[in-house]
């Protein structure tokens, strides 16, 4: 994230251009020192802050966090929105809440005609959209359409750190794919997922995002050699995955909206969601040589997001799961046929990161046979 204070310089004749093309949001009643943000950059809310002018035609992610009289600051609340040139939104401070909400005017469209048609006197209380990050931003989201924003976001509209929960009966709660596979793979070496060590808890109905819910990497009533064969290899559920989206780049899509998600939100649930997508996609070497197209978008994608990962997640080394399933990543691209495109991103890494992947074709010694001597 960006913190800048530094006043914008922009061409005047661009800046008069953007000022009548660009979309515009409006908030009131958002309180002097409330934290606000849209994309990569934040702010603290002045006296006279009613908004932001120039806003590019494309999906953004707005949030604000109200402040306490000591200095704590509450989670960010925000919202996704894919803006069109010239478009108006509107969204209400509830002080009840303490977060953006949509407009509660008896007639919104007259509203936002009236702002628009008034612009140049709202002008002064709007404050610019910061040019200086939008490339970076553009980068991340080179993607998402309006309809994956429409589809993935959270029913109720607002996005929080974490969502919502309420209890519910050990039937209906949220389980991995442990819980389906468990006697199958207590002699199999596997990943234990958290979520099956969780109470008896659900999300309250439309506050979490609508993700696509992922395939078991094993199947369901898997046999023991099944279960060695996919946990090898999950190509059986990358493809039922590719089967679920009309095409790789609207996976690619959901993939880099849940990474935003995370990344300016703080939403735990979208950066569990694309950890568990890259754990699955970097897993197996047939699926590369299947989804060849799909791969090298994912791992343009990987370049722009991995130099964004939290502090704790930039260390490399056995214990930062990302670090390992991006190193099997880069060996199944290579295995697979798409040596050019590991090449890029690992080179992207080790610039970025300084994460070094020496050795990428040397066997594991895990995967080697144990020689036993009988004396």
Known sequence: MNVDESALEMDPELAKKLFATGAVLVITGAPVG??????????????????????????????????????????RVGFVHYFKSEEVVVREWSQRDEEMQESQSDDKELEKKRIRDNLKEFDSFLAPYDYRFYNKWKLLTDKVTEGTVERCRPTLGPIRTNVELQSCSDEDRPRGTLHTNNLQQQSTKTIVNESDLLPNL??????????????????????????????????????????????????????????????????VESLAHWRNILHLLAHSEQAVQNFKI?????????????????????????????????RSLLINLNLGGLGVSADKLSRKLQKTLQWHFEGLLDEDPEDMPVIVELT
């Not at 799909?294 to 490399?316: C, G, N, S, T």
């Open 202 to 267: 659900k999300p309250v109905e439309g506050t979490a995002p609508r993700f696509t819910e992922l395939p078991a990497r094993v199947p369901q009533n898997a046999t023991p050699a099944e279960v060695s064969r996919h946990s090898i290899d999950c190509v059986h559920a990358i493809e039922t995955l590719v089967g679920m989206f009309h095409s790789s780049e609207a996976l690619i899509e959901e993939e880099q909206l849940a990474f935003v998600f995370y990344l300016v939100g703080y939403s």
């Open 294 to 326: 799909l791969y090298m978008k994912y791992a343009e994608a990987l370049m722009q997001q991995l130099p964004h990962l939290p502090e704790e997640l930039m260390e490399p080394g056995e214990y930062n799961s990302v670090y390992k399933d991006v």
């Open 34 to 75: 409330t934290e606000f943000g849209i994309d990569l950059c934040n702010y603290k809310i002045g006296e006279k802050f009613r908004g932001v002018k120039m806003i590019p035609p494309g999906p953004h992610y707005i949030w604000c966090a109200s402040c306490g009289p000591y200095g704590d600051v509450a989670p």
